[in-house]
């Protein structure tokens, strides 16, 4: 198991998981599960428990999170301007 201590806030957890599995654990299920190619898949979080799913995919931040900075593409103050970003083709991608 992996053991993780999360702060946001004044706020901290601690969460339990097996090792090797993250948020991009189910994504990469789905990306092989429904034919997903990668490059269209993008994926937002604002916390540290977001890091591989941002990381191993077109991944954004949302709000302002210095330890995502390092993985994120962009940062976004609303999941809605991604998705305009999306729609216009303007959006950054890694893949």
Do not use: C
Not at 26 to 42: D, F, G, T, V, W
Not at 67 to 80: E, F, G, R, W
């Amino acid at each position: 198991y992996q053991f993780d201590v999360y702060g946001y806030g004044d706020i901290y957890y601690y969460l339990t998981r097996e090792k090797g599995i993250n948020k991009s654990t189910p994504i990469k299920l789905l990306e092989r599960k429904l034919s997903i190619p990668k490059k269209r898949i993008y994926t937002i979080g604002d916390n540290n428990n977001d890091i591989e799913m941002i990381r191993d995919y077109n991944g954004f931040v949302i709000g302002n999170n210095k330890s995502l900075d390092n993985v994120a593409l962009k940062q976004y103050n609303a999941v809605h301007e991604l998705i305009s970003d999306i729609e216009k083709k303007k959006v950054l991608k890694r893949w």
